[in-house]
């Protein structure tokens, strides 16, 4: 069971991104699957989610136009798109996945006592 996280790298204020979370050992269907990121020091930050049942995405108001959480269940990947990262948004970026398939009930986002966790990509948006 492992989440492999990647697409991290340095880009300049304005640029885009996308990060790709790959499932392996496990499928994503039917999971809450949410990116995270965190600076050193920082509390971690959620950054999108994308719910169980039927795709509904969460973004906090810091994300809003500016990331697009995605799922492709051929792949089982989950995807984040990012448009015009500014230089608050340099962190290492984390994928966690909830760790119960819930195809009934909505789970907009991984619970925190059930998560897979895959390691972090690391953002960097330069001004």
């Known amino acids: 069971v492992q989440l492999q996280a990647s697409g991290g790298g340095s880009v300049q204020t304005g640029g885009s991104l996308r990060l790709s979370c790959a499932a392996s050992?496990?499928?994503?269907?039917?999971?809450?699957v949410g990116w995270f990121r965190r600076v050193s020091g920082q509390e971690r930050e959620t950054v999108s989610c994308?719910?169980?049942?039927?795709?509904?995405?969460y973004y906090p108001d810091h994300m809003k136009g500016r990331s697009t959480i995605s799922r492709d269940t051929d792949k089982n990947t989950v995807y984040l798109q990012m448009y015009d990262l500014k230089p608050d948004d340099t962190a290492v970026y984390y994928c966690?996945?909830?760790?119960?398939?819930?195809?009934?009930?909505?789970?907009?986002?991984?619970?925190?006592?059930?998560?897979?966790w895959g390691q972090g990509t690391l953002v960097t948006v330069s001004s």
């Open positions: 966690a996945a909830d760790s119960v398939q819930s195809p009934s009930y909505q789970l907009l986002c991984p619970r925190g006592n059930l998560e897979v």
């Open positions: 994308i719910g169980s049942v039927d795709e509904t995405t």
């Open positions: 050992g496990f499928s994503l269907d039917y999971r809450a």
